[in-house]
């Protein structure tokens, strides 16, 4: 799971519509997935650091907590319907928003469109 977050890092740097939605951005968020946390920093937009927890010191603004296996078929090219969105995990009781809502609302495109990064390209058909 720390591997695909590093791709994702990378994958945002090399977006630069995704930097520039996000340059309001300073953040730092929990993304917990079966128990395993992980802290993305957010700095203006771009993903300073991303530490495994748990840990009761690192503050976070708001978290997604889901399983591996939703957050698997979330990132699939196509996901099937209710795996397609963040709110969809909700929706279909496979993922838990906490924290401060309005920070994750008011930069509810950027936060998305970042955590969609790690979706599997589908291959072209020849």
Same mark, same amino acid.
């Given at each position: 799971?720390?591997?695909?977050?590093k791709?994702?890092?990378?994958? =945002?740097?090399?977006?630069?519509?995704?930097?520039?939605?996000?340059? =309001?951005?300073?953040?730092?968020v929990?993304i917990?997935?079966d %128990?395993?946390?992980?802290?993305?920093?957010?700095? #203006?937009?771009?993903?300073v650091?991303?530490?495994? %927890?748990?840990?009761? *010191?690192?503050?976070?603004?708001?978290? =997604?907590?889901?399983?591996?296996e939703?957050?698997? #078929?979330?990132?699939?090219?196509?996901?099937?319907?209710?795996?397609?969105d963040?709110?969809?995990?909700? #929706?279909?009781?496979?993922?838990?928003?906490? %924290?401060?809502?309005?920070?994750?609302? *008011?930069?509810?495109r950027?936060? *998305?469109?970042?955590?969609?990064?790690?979706?599997?390209?589908?291959?072209?058909?020849?």
């Amino acid at each position: 799971m720390l591997d695909t977050f590093k791709q994702i890092q990378t994958s =945002l740097e090399a977006t630069p519509h995704l930097l520039r939605l996000g340059r =309001l951005f300073s953040e730092t968020v929990l993304i917990d997935v079966d %128990g395993a946390e992980y802290y993305l920093t957010f700095e #203006k937009g771009r993903i300073v650091s991303i530490a495994e %927890g748990p840990s009761r *010191k690192t503050p976070w603004r708001f978290a =997604l907590r889901t399983d591996a296996e939703a957050l698997d #078929k979330f990132w699939q090219a196509r996901p099937e319907p209710g795996f397609h969105d963040i709110f969809g995990l909700v #929706k279909i009781g496979r993922g838990r928003i906490d %924290g401060d809502i309005l920070s994750l609302v *008011k930069n509810l495109r950027f936060f *998305k469109d970042v955590l969609t990064l790690a979706r599997a390209k589908e291959e072209l058909a020849a």
